[in-house]
């Protein structure tokens, strides 16, 4: 007679938290049109990644285009990822990351010492 | 490092001493009055001990240079909290002083104690808010204080090189302070 093996099963409790639904976006990269993206794109706004194309009047299209992958490199760069310019894995995770809620790039200036 | 645009600072004269408050309405419950200002203490000393700068907390909310609350959604300043995670704080550049945090977050102090999955370190999100009030802004460097992102159940609240050659190139540097100490420290942390 076989018995039943134990399941474990574990519960991931990050699924209600702001960005979790990011994740579908992953492996996104230049030319994909997915449902949803212009969130994304708000959230690269929101940080001063990005801004709002004049052909785009008040909305972000769900296509990414060159402008927003110019967003990932410039993200990338800054968050010291490795820069495809795509939406990986890694970039991805980054991305949900709880953070602080200052823009990473807007009205700041970066200084090196020399 | 980074500045916010024009390299704001406080400028007080040549001996600085800011005051900090708590709001009297806006706060959590769930961890005790005491223990939120031995950490703010903390946070503030680690700054302090870089920059000619003293730091003293006072009763008198409206009048506080640094001004610390716990604040939920749309809370008046044009930067709403979003709910659990996502962005756990702001605060703004010199010499506004407002620290907001969100209040929506699991905020902990010792991780023995929360067990939440989602829990955030209080102490580490203080010390990076108030190098925003000081004038820096996020930094590249991944180990650096004022590095934009912290995952839950995570500290990070020793200032590091980037931060302190940040902030002393706004203020100067605190006469007891001993570039070899942090050093040593960030040799041993390496190792």
């Not at chain 1, 929101?46 to 709002?52: K, T």
């Not at chain 2, 009297?24 to 009055?33: A, E, Q, R």
Request: net charge negative; proline share 5%.
């Amino acid at each position: 007679r076989i018995t039943p093996g134990q399941v474990t099963v574990i519960t991931i409790d990050d699924q209600n938290a702001t960005w979790y639904n990011f994740t579908r976006f992953k492996d996104a990269e230049k030319g994909c049109h997915i449902s949803g993206m212009s969130e994304l794109k708000k959230y690269f706004q929101r940080f001063g990644y990005l801004s709002i194309p004049n052909n785009q009047k008040d909305n972000f299209t769900d296509v990414f285009d060159a402008q927003f992958e110019s967003a990932v490199i410039l993200y990338q760069q800054k968050f010291g990822l490795p820069v495809t310019g795509k939406l990986d894995s890694e970039t991805i995770s980054t991305i949900m990351s709880p953070r602080c809620g200052v823009s990473d790039t807007e009205s700041t200036i970066h200084a090196m010492k020399h | 490092f980074a500045y916010f645009y024009g390299r704001p600072r406080w400028d007080r004269g040549s001996s600085m001493t800011l005051t900090y408050a708590f709001s009297p309405t806006d706060m959590i419950d769930y961890i005790s009055l005491p223990e939120i200002k031995t950490v703010f203490k903390r946070s503030f000393s680690r700054w302090a001990s870089v920059i000619p700068v003293n730091f003293t907390e006072i009763d008198d909310y409206p009048s506080a240079n640094i001004k610390i609350g716990f604040f939920k959604g749309d809370h008046g300043d044009g930067q709403p909290f979003d709910g659990v995670l996502g962005v756990l704080a702001h605060a703004f550049s010199p010499e506004n002083g407002r620290f907001h945090l969100d209040e929506d977050e699991t905020w902990a102090i010792d991780f023995e104690k929360v067990k939440s999955k989602k829990a955030i370190d209080l102490e580490s999100v203080a010390t990076h808010e108030i190098g925003h009030i000081l004038g820096l802004a996020h930094s590249s460097i991944k180990e650096a204080v004022m590095y934009p992102s912290l995952k839950p159940r995570s500290k990070k609240v020793n200032l590091k090189l980037d931060d302190v050659e940040g902030v002393q190139a706004l203020y100067g540097s605190n006469p007891n302070f001993k570039y070899s100490s942090l050093l040593a420290y960030e040799n041993s942390y390496n190792k």
